[in-house]
């Protein structure tokens, strides 16, 4: 059974560096084909794919938000992590992380986490 | 990059109707489309991948179909589980990234 969870803050200030964390079971990130995806959506808005990477550290990000994230993943862990820069309020969204199936679309997602930027 | 269209925005049924929403392509994706319900305050569940593939466990109702730029998803009797927010979703495998379309919420007419 693939499970996923997210975790981080709730809350970050404006200019701040948002970690999220991705630990999962049920995979491992060392099979081949396999990858993690992030994707955020606004309150009351529409998904947006933000990156993914895959188990031979294969790793592909939105081109608008391309300078500001970075994903890394610890197989031992099994966890994968996303670290966005100079975090804005109009980031403020619900952080999905996701199993990436076929190199494209995503069959499993964890909850989400909630991530309000406010001063 | 890639962009998705839905159309409609929004759409109003009843019970038992019969639903087609539709989503474009900016360009030729082939068949590497999925579709995703979404209902409020929870994640998204994959309903169809590859334009048709029905996802394990996903009622018989949902269709998809399509390829190139033009795709639909029909749900051949809307049930009231399935008021809900609908995505697509193109994985060109040529395209070095993935979008989402911009969502079609289906509600009670």
């Known amino acids: 059974q693939i499970t996923l969870r997210e975790s981080g803050p709730t809350m970050v200030k404006p200019t701040q560096t948002l970690t999220l964390t991705c630990t999962f079971s049920?995979?491992?990130?060392?099979?081949?084909?396999?990858?993690v995806g992030w994707i955020r959506q606004p309150p009351g808005k529409a998904l947006e794919w933000l990156a993914v990477?895959?188990?031979?550290?294969?790793?592909r990000y939105s081109p608008s938000l391309r300078t500001r994230l970075r994903v890394t993943k610890d197989t031992s862990k099994n966890q994968v992590v996303l670290i966005m820069t100079d975090m804005d309020p109009v980031d403020t969204a619900t952080y999905y992380c996701?199993?990436?199936?076929?190199?494209?679309?995503?069959?499993?997602w964890g909850q989400g986490a909630l991530v309000t930027v406010s001063s | 990059d890639i962009q998705m269209t839905q159309s409609p925005s929004t759409l109003s049924a009843f019970v038992g109707d019969r639903v087609t929403i539709t989503c474009r392509a900016s360009q030729s994706i082939s068949v590497w489309l999925a579709w995703y319900q979404q209902r409020p305050g929870k994640a998204p569940n994959l309903l169809i991948y590859?334009?048709?593939s029905l996802e394990n466990g996903v009622p018989s109702r949902f269709s998809g179909s399509g390829s190139g730029t033009e795709f639909t998803l029909t749900i051949s009797s809307l049930q009231p589980d399935d008021f809900a927010t609908y995505y697509c979703q193109q994985y060109d495998s040529y395209s070095p990234t993935w979008t989402f379309g911009q969502g079609t919420k289906v509600e009670v007419k």
């Open positions: 590859k334009a048709s």
């Open positions: 049920g995979f491992s990130l060392t099979t081949s084909g396999v990858g």
């Open positions: 996701a199993h990436n199936r076929d190199w494209g679309y995503f069959d499993y």
């Open positions: 990477i895959y188990w031979d550290d294969d790793q």
